[in-house]
């Protein structure tokens, strides 16, 4: 089975303007979730969605959104980009049936 | 509320030597616990977990983990590092709810020296 990836790679913004990152989970895993890795504040939960659902949200501001389509592939967006918006976010997905996640390689976003 | 620490920020060895990573951990219930491996510019990979069937978990590369209750630890080993071993490793506990929300601790550096 192909890996969880990630579109796109890297990702070049501007203060104030928004992004789009996209995930593909592992076929067939119907849960996805997302993080924020920084080197300030480490690993951080987002978000995960489940058939469509959003299950949990982290302690991040409303400017971070995302969904899930029937498909399981999942979005997430960033509205009104700031500078500490810069950082490696990673898609992760799961079977439901089994206790643990498999990672995508990351979207770079740096923020300008 | 779970929560992981990890014990030390960088960790050198040379290659051939026993690799030791610690991890403390707190919980209200009997963890799930986790370790991933992320190489440079590469995302997360798991090494190993343990859901309570066995204290000691073996996983890949030669890595195991020894779960210990008492202790609140949850260590990484390895006994003989090799120069691929370098990385940054990840004590990860699971938020017990209905979610699945991964809480990670702050990472540890491996630097193996030829």
């Known amino acids: 089975k192909a890996g969880v990836t990630q579109t796109p790679r890297y990702l070049i913004k501007t203060r104030g303007q928004q992004v789009t990152l996209s995930c593909s989970p592992i076929?067939?895993?119907?849960?996805v979730s997302w993080y924020q890795q920084t080197p300030g504040q480490g690993l951080q939960f987002l978000f995960e969605?489940?058939?469509?659902?959003?299950?949990n949200k982290g302690n991040f501001p409303g400017r971070f959104s995302g969904r899930q389509f029937s498909n399981s592939r999942s979005e997430m967006n960033v509205s009104t980009l700031e500078l500490g918006d810069s950082a490696l976010y990673l898609c992760?997905?799961?079977?439901?049936?089994?206790?643990?996640?498999?990672f995508g390689p990351g979207t770079r976003l740096t923020v300008l | 509320a779970q929560s992981v620490t990890q014990l030390d920020s960088h960790v050198s060895v040379s290659e051939g030597t026993p690799v030791l990573l610690r991890c403390n951990y707190s919980?209200?219930?009997?963890?799930?616990l986790f370790w991933y491996v992320q190489h440079p510019n590469k995302g997360l990979q798991l090494l190993l977990k343990?859901?309570?069937?066995?204290?000691l978990v073996k996983g890949i590369n030669g890595f195991e983990a020894e779960f210990k209750k008492s202790e609140t630890s949850f260590h990484l080993t390895k006994p003989s590092a090799h120069m691929s071993d370098a990385a940054e490793y990840f004590c990860?506990?699971?938020?017990?709810?209905?979610?699945?929300?991964?809480?990670f601790g702050s990472g540890t550096r491996l630097l193996v020296r030829p």
């Open positions: 919980s209200s219930y009997s963890p799930s």
């Open positions: 969605y489940f058939s469509e659902t959003q299950r």
């Open positions: 990860v506990v699971r938020r017990m709810d209905s979610s699945y929300k991964l809480i």
């Open positions: 076929s067939g895993h119907r849960s």
């Open positions: 992760a997905s799961r079977d439901i049936t089994y206790n643990e996640q498999f």
């Open positions: 343990y859901t309570s069937a066995a204290t």
